[in-house]
């Protein structure tokens, strides 16, 4: 699904094209190549590595592989990369990763798509003024269960790292760069109250959660806390953002893919920031509409096309990189704190 994703927003961009595919399974890759335009489908990763043209990759295999996939390639043929979210699920991987690309001579882009949404970048630009300064941070995600994916590893805690590391190292990335600041504590309460229970992989139940709360303090002072439902998709919005300060809130309303919006209900949700100050009192609404060829592109509000103008300026030497292995490795740690703290009940300190 997320190759696809990319693969389409890619097609939108000047001058780009995908070039070469790898997957195991033959039928995606053959799928993934033919929408491309025609990439050659490559039989090995080492095969797509040696591919004569390739000079930026995009790794969205799933999670447990990306370490091991990385590593090959910086030794096999660096190249510059984005990777998707998270970069590592094994925290053994965290310092071997830090290492890895301490002097790599290119672009590394770790893909944190939510930044980029348009309602959530109106609410990024407009916080400060809006807050007079964020004092507290909430991020609500109220969406639909786990999609299937091949061999099912999304099911399974070993595999995917914990949902608060593959489903919401975003939100703990956007956390640190709406507050501009680095997370100290972190407490949570999760767990799996819904979802998957009735389902079995070779006799094994899933342990995936499915909600859960997490508060997060930060070393300037503020804090920020995350509502995670993976039971909710009925809900008009899938996100839901505010900042607060002294002067006001801003809030950022984000609908879920439109193609999960039942058509009897008319057009999809618009997209809204709502600034509220405190004096004179009195909110007011802005909707943040998404262009339709880039909501057609994929189920992210069109970020994975504005995330990909960033990656390829930064390839093209015309931009900084956004989305550093630092804040990659970051948003995973807090992940794995915040599935530390909800399985002993403990705080975990992270300086």
């Known amino acids: 699904m997320m190759a696809r994703e ?83 699920t094994d925290p053994a991987d965290a310092e071997n990763l830090a290492k890895l690309f301490k002097d790599y001579p290119h672009p590394v882009w770790v893909a944190m798509e939510y930044r980029y949404m348009p309602p959530v ?93 997490v508060i997060v303090d930060f070393d300037n002072g503020t804090r920020a806390m995350l509502e995670l439902c993976m039971f909710a998709e009925g809900a008009r919005y899938q996100e839901e953002i505010s900042a607060v300060g002294p002067q006001g809130k801003i809030e950022a309303f984000v609908p879920g893919p439109g193609r999960f919006w039942p058509k009897k209900l008319g057009p999809a949700p618009v997209p809204q920031v709502v600034v509220s100050p405190r004096s004179p009192k009195g909110p007011y609404t802005s909707e943040i509409p998404v262009d339709p060829e880039l909501l057609a592109a994929g189920d992210h509000n069109g970020s994975t096309f504005y995330q990909h103008q960033r990656f390829i300026q930064a390839v093209r030497g015309e931009g900084p990189i956004d989305v550093t292995v630092a804040d990659g490795l970051m948003a995973v740690r807090m992940g794995l704190a915040a599935q530390q703290s909800a399985a002993t009940g403990q705080a975990v300190a992270l300086l």
């Open 6 to 88: 990319h693969i389409q927003n890619i097609a939108l961009l000047d001058n780009a094209a995908v070039s070469v595919v790898y997957d195991p399974v033959r039928e995606l890759a053959h799928a993934c190549a033919d929408l491309a335009g025609g990439a050659h489908v490559a039989t090995t990763i080492e095969d797509f590595l040696a591919f004569p043209t390739l000079d930026a990759i995009v790794i969205v295999s799933p999670n447990y592989l990306h370490a091991a996939q990385l590593a090959q390639i910086v030794q096999t043929r660096p190249l510059p990369i984005l990777c998707e979210k998270p970069l590592y």
């Open 121 to 213: 970048a109106a609410l990024i630009a407009q916080a400060e003024q809006a807050t007079g300064g964020i004092r507290m941070l909430t991020i609500r995600e109220h969406r639909f269960p786990f999609l299937p994916k091949v061999g099912d590893w999304n099911r399974f805690n070993s595999k995917s790292g914990g949902t608060l590391v593959e489903k919401c190292c975003h939100f703990f990335d956007l956390m640190r760069l709406i507050l501009r600041a680095e997370p100290v504590r972190v407490m949570a309460s999760a767990g799996q109250s819904v979802n998957h229970l009735d389902e079995r992989y070779d006799g094994q139940t899933p342990d995936i959660w499915d909600n859960g709360y």
